[in-house]
């Protein structure tokens, strides 16, 4: 039971430090209240009341709605908004720069309670920016299945998350995982999955096997359809199931081997 309880106590420790790492960062902590909600603000003043076609696919078959473009528009910038800062924060969170852990391994720290602890914090983040990123949009839209709007951004931002935790750990360079971020949350979640800006990508079979494609259409489904699109959740749990195996591989591999170095 006492080994039990250091555990946890060590768990909940380092929770508190990735917190604080986040905090101490006072530009990084700054950008999840500022960016939101100046991106989101641009939009609505700057977007058309104008009517686009959009389709919404599920298993087998298509629906087609036809939405104001300030609508769109808000709802795919929250989305690549969204994927960004959860791929940038997970990049501080998992980049390979593991002096702090050097210091903790002659306290017998395990590889697994760092892992858990900075997957515990990971997913507070992504839950926490998903609410936020909704509360915005509450303000300047109608929202529908906010329930299931929420869970579509947290898979969204899982997916995106662990895409930039997996470039954070391959990545030398922090400024290239950050153009490796930047780019696929712009060509994905903010341009080619977006009507507004390219709707001919609609009818292109391969954005439909991007990260944001089937978050997005479960967002939509639940914002706009007012219905659950159960191929688009399994779809985007698959993606964010798929992701976060290949970061927790990758996370492993790297705290092994700093760990089985330090101890020799």
Known sequence: MNRHNRKTGLVGLLYRYSALELVRNRLGFLLI???PALFLAVVEGTTGEGALPIKIYGLGSTEQHVLSARLISLVFMAAAVSGFLTSYYALLLFHQDFKFYRYCISMRLSPRTLIVSRFGFFFTLVAVL???ILLILGFMMPLHMVPAAFAGFVLLGIVYGAYGG???LLSKDFMVGIMLIVLLANLDAGWLQNPVFYSSAQ???FIRWLPAFFPCQFIFSALFA???NLWALIMSAAYAGAFIFILSVCLQQKIRGVYHG???
Request: proline content about 0%.
């Open 33 to 35: 209240f500022m960016i």
């Open 226 to 228: 007012g219905k659950m």
């Open 262 to 264: 330090y101890r020799r």
């Open 166 to 168: 997996i470039v954070g």
């Open 130 to 132: 998903a609410g936020f």
């Open 203 to 205: 009818q292109a079979a």
